[in-house]
């Protein structure tokens, strides 16, 4: 199944999960994503996320393929907005919602594991290991789509943004410059500059 979306046993792939807070507000979110076997997976999750609490709650959750750049930064930067909205959208299998703009995804039942302590340059935090295991797997858009640096940069500048890591982002600005599309290129950058994080010294 999962193998269809690219996953490989052993690897790690960059997803946006979505699920359902406690007011039905749908959540969306970028994470890295372990593949145990075609049908498992594993996500590790900080104690007090959003995310952690509605698996912890409904069980389940969405794992969403896209190569849209700036979905993947506003997942990462924002706690709601209507781009990375899921609506009404529910995957059959399960009561979660996916990504309008997804390429693809896999619906999961997740559960907790167990947990650890951790300590990193964010300092200690509480982990939790969460298992997922395939219900669905739905393609909504044609693939494949050829690599590009530029989303591969975005993806790397979401993940340094959100854990509060500065200091590449003129490099990957840069490399988003070089390769992305004129207009996705601008739409980041203004979407960065809306945020006051400052785009000017990345050129």
Do not use: W
């Amino acid at each position: 199944m999962l193998h269809t979306l690219g996953f490989k046993r052993g690897g790690i792939v960059e997803c946006i999960v979505t699920t359902y807070n406690t007011d039905g507000s749908p959540n969306a979110a970028p994470m890295g994503v372990y593949t145990l076997s075609d049908r498992e997976v594993v996500m590790k999750l900080h104690s007090g996320s959003d995310t952690l609490e509605n698996i912890s709650r409904i069980g389940c959750a969405v794992l969403n393929i896209t190569y849209d750049a700036l979905l993947f930064l506003k997942s990462a930067l924002l706690k709601h907005t209507p781009e990375v909205d899921p609506g009404e959208l529910l995957c059959s299998a399960l009561n979660a919602p996916y990504l309008k703009a997804a390429h693809a995804y896999a619906a999961v039942d997740a559960e907790v594991v167990k947990s650890y302590s951790l300590n990193d340059s964010l300092g200690e935090s509480r982990i939790s290991v969460v298992k997922g295991r395939v219900r669905e797997v739905r393609v909504l858009k044609p693939f494949p789509q050829a690599p590009c640096r530029g989303f591969f940069a975005a993806v790397e500048l979401a993940i340094d943004l959100s854990r509060g890591r500065r200091g590449r982002e003129g490099e990957l600005m840069r490399t988003m410059r070089r390769t992305l599309p004129v207009r996705e290129y601008r739409e980041i950058e203004e979407f960065l500059k809306s945020l006051r994080i400052q785009t000017g010294s990345f050129r």
